[in-house]
């Protein structure tokens, strides 16, 4: 794949979406997520089906598209998941069945219904159009973004820098959890969903400069620094390159020289479409024709490895056949050789055999002795067998002992155990109805909470004492009270935000008559906006003049509208604080603390009464468990007195066994005493040999060494008969080791050239289109995050926003 083709693409899109945040601020992106409707109006442009992939979309039921918008903090970890989906429902069905696993689920547009079940699949009521809806996800991300900072070298979390100067680095590194056990060139192997990760940041000309980014694009327009790095993770480990050759990277780093250091938001696009579209059947064309080319070239050098053999084999058959007296004293120098070595191979042997029947002779010297102490060992054996024998009978007699007193005490444990059995039969019956009664007032007192309005965990054994201690805190005067504010406030807060387009819409005319009224002073023109509005429609002003005045308004409310969001938010907070402290909203939170201060009597009365009965319930639980433990002891001390019978029947029959062992030891012990003067015998007369045997090894190797010596000087002479071959032997034989160096050549430029150039193609070549396949199939495979029902097409993109840094001073 060329990564390069499309990396224009992706960093134009991404600084395009750069500039685009930038201009709108934070506002905007969390207005989108909330409401998704900046996805959805990217949805409903773009309608054209993703290339490679028109005919499933044709034969599924409906498209799914989806925007994933992930909020999270400062350093990328999630807050908050909020997904917009658009199904398009391209057979016209009336009704759609959807697998989601969102939650709080809302319609975006429309006034579709729908139900969902058990299995998290929604059905819609689609009356044959398109569905759009957000909802909260939960599930873990594909991919995710941290982010870590460090100032002069050290590193320092985003509340440390704000504010602060110095050299800033940025570490964005980037996490693929997805992939896929696919086969590739016949084995199991991890291939991860290539996501493209593009991040985006705007940094102020006056915070920072000197901006650089390690894989991405830096552009300044004089007043920000536009800043998009992009990485792939997971693509080195799909691959499986090296990355000394080729790394694919899986993090950015940003440098910058910073003052009084701050950042808006930084932005990260996640998608895989670019390797859903890629066409890899033109891959193994193209690998195929590489494959032929080098065959070609492996024939062709086969062909100049025979002939330069056969080269080579022509001018051995010259050189052999140069005369009787050239092969004459090339045997004659062989021989010779031959006799030599042969003469030092002999003189060597000779000394190492020589040396061996020393060893020989110093072992069985050694030998001899150790025949002598196992003769007294043996001795000592048989009288140590008669003693154990005498033991085995004693012990015998202690283990019948034992056995009869096992057989007493096991009557005075089954007597005790039958007892407590029988007591313990009822612990299980008295518990129960004692917990039964427990419950039954711990649901008594449940109706009661919740008759009186209140939310909490139902009451159960464990945990009652702590829920309705809690209960009773909660209702203080002052927690009531802030609770009854609360709710108040939040009841307002809610009916005004409601209102919050009409207060914007109300505030940006009033903004626009302002800027109607300067950009009209400026241009001369003493009037009112109204008046001008008047003016125009009367048809008095000219439509040069309308379009100035026009352009400059716009110019200017684009300027103006932080100003407007600044406004808007504090003429909803007035009205906000307004009802809040109206009489009729004032008394509301009055009743409510007079409720709170008599249900937490109620409360202090109910926990009175439960305290009173756990105290007799825990104490029939000790009963019965002093009871059952006891039962358990004198059952195991029952169960003991068996196995000890036993064991002391084993003692017994084992005793006998000793018995008859310490007479076999005997037995044996007398026969290893016979064997033991044996070889103390064969051991003696083996050494008188090996005395013999070094006496004429030395003999030997006395002769060979005087054979070496005769040997060398015959070899000393044929050599240098040998050395005065005529010249016409000398040159036949030079042009025989030049076509032997040639032979050579042609076999290392085989081996070394065609050889591996043929293997990487047959090798590393194809086993990255078979990883690019691989690719392809995982890309297409992964469409949905918040699930897709079986059929259906989907695509998804991920947009991260991480929150800013903000110099408070």
Not at 51 to 63: P, W
Not at 103 to 132: H, P, R
Request: with cysteine; hydrophobic share 35%.
């Amino acid at each position: 794949m060329n990564i390069k083709k499309y990396l224009p693409k992706a960093l134009s899109a991404a600084m395009s979406l750069v500039i685009l945040c930038a201009g709108v601020g934070t506002a905007a992106f969390t207005a989108g997520a909330e409401s998704a409707g900046t996805g959805t109006a990217a949805q409903e442009s773009d309608t054209k089906k993703p290339e490679g992939t028109t005919a499933s979309a044709n034969k599924a039921q409906y498209n799914k598209k989806e925007t994933v918008y992930v909020i999270a903090d400062a350093q990328g970890t999630p807050d908050k998941v909020i997904v917009s989906n658009w199904i398009q429902n391209t057979g016209g069905e009336k009704k759609l069945k959807d697998k989601t696993n969102l939650k709080d689920i809302e319609v975006l547009k429309g006034d579709n219904s729908f139900t969902i079940n058990e299995n998290n699949v929604c059905e819609w009521d689609a009356n044959g159009g398109d569905i759009y809806y957000k909802g909260t996800g939960s599930t873990e991300l594909p991919v995710g973004v941290g982010i870590t900072y460090e100032l002069d070298g050290k590193a320092v979390s985003p509340t440390e820098l704000a504010g602060k100067s110095g050299k800033l680095k940025m570490i964005i590194n980037y996490t693929n959890r997805e992939y896929s056990e696919e086969t590739v060139n016949g084995k199991k192997e991890k291939i991860y969903v290539p996501f493209i990760m593009l991040t985006g940041m705007m940094l102020d000309n006056e915070k920072a400069e000197n901006v650089s980014v390690s894989n991405g694009k830096v552009v300044n327009d004089g007043t920000h620094t536009f800043v998009v790095g992009f990485a792939v993770p997971g693509m080195q480990d799909t691959l499986q390159l090296d990355s000394s050759e080729l790394e694919i990277p899986s993090s950015v780093e940003i440098t910058a020289d910073v003052k009084d250091f701050e950042l808006a938001t930084t932005l990260t696009v996640a998608a895989n479409d670019m390797f859903s579209d890629f066409d890899v059947d033109k891959l193994d064309s193209k690998a195929k024709d590489l494959d032929e080319k080098l065959d070609k070239l492996v024939s062709a050098t086969d062909d100049l490895l025979d002939g330069s053999s056969q080269l080579y084999s022509g001018l051995s058959t010259l050189l052999d056949k140069s005369g009787e007296l050239i092969d004459g004293v090339n045997q004659l120098y062989d021989g010779s050789k031959q006799i030599k070595y042969g003469a030092e191979s002999l003189k060597d042997g000779a000394a190492v055999l020589n040396s061996g029947a020393l060893q020989l002779d110093s072992g069985l010297g050694e030998l001899k002795s150790g025949a002598e102490k196992l003769d007294k060992g043996a001795g000592d054996l048989s009288g140590g067998a008669a003693q154990v024998d005498s033991g085995a009978d004693s012990l015998a007699t202690g283990a019948a002992q034992l056995d009869s007193g096992v057989a007493q005490l096991q009557g005075y444990i089954a007597q005790l155990s039958g007892g407590l059995s029988t007591i313990s039969a009822n612990s299980s019956q008295l518990n129960g109805g004692a917990r039964q009664v427990f419950n039954t007032l711990l649901s008594e007192a449940n109706k009661q909470i919740a008759a009186a309005g209140l939310s909490a965990p139902e009451l159960t054994i464990d945990n009652y004492s702590s829920v309705l201690d809690s209960l009773i805190d909660s209702l203080s005067e002052e927690n009531a009270k802030a609770l009854a504010e609360q709710t108040a406030r939040n009841t307002v807060t809610a009916t005004v935000e409601s209102q919050r387009d009409l207060i914007r819409q109300g505030v940006e005319n009033a903004v626009r008559k302002q800027v109607t009224e300067a950009v009209l002073a400026a241009a001369g023109l003493s009037m009112t906006a109204d008046e001008y509005d008047s003016a125009v429609a009367a048809g008095q002003v000219s439509e040069d003049i309308q379009a100035q005045v026009s352009e400059g308004v716009s110019t200017q409310m684009s300027a103006m509208q932080g100003t407007i969001d600044e406004k808007t938010e504090a003429q909803i907070q007035s009205i906000i604080e307004e009802n809040v402290n109206s009489e009729q909203v004032q008394a509301q939170i009055s009743e409510g603390v007079q409720r709170a201060a008599g249900g937490k009597a109620s409360l202090k009365a109910l926990k009175q009464q439960l305290d009173s009965y756990n105290i007799f319930y825990n104490g029939i639980l000790s009963y019965t468990a002093g009871v059952d433990q006891a039962n358990s002891g004198a059952v195991q001390i029952l169960n003991g007195t068996y196995a000890v019978k036993n064991g002391s029947g084993e003692l017994a029959n084992g005793s006998s066994r000793l018995k008859d062992g310490t007479g076999q030891l005997n037995s044996g012990a007398s026969q290893l005493k016979e064997g033991s003067a044996a070889l103390k015998d064969g051991t003696g007369q083996l050494k008188q040999g090996s005395e013999k045997l070094a006496a004429g090894t030395g003999e030997l190797n006395a002769g060979a060494i005087k054979l070496s010596d005769g040997s060398g000087e015959l070899f000393s002479g044929i050599d240098t008969l040998h050395s005065n071959i005529p010249s016409l032997i000398s040159g036949i034989t030079q042009l025989k080791d030049g076509s032997m160096r040639l032979n050579d050549g042609m076999k290392q430029f085989k081996e070394e050239g065609v050889d591996k150039l043929k293997k990487a193609a047959d090798g590393d070549i194809k086993s990255l289109v078979e990883r690019i396949k691989a690719i392809s199939k995982v890309s297409k495979g992964y469409q949905s995050y918040s699930g897709l029902s079986d059929g259906a097409h989907g695509q998804v993109d991920f947009i991260f926003k991480t929150a800013g840094i903000e110099n408070k001073d």
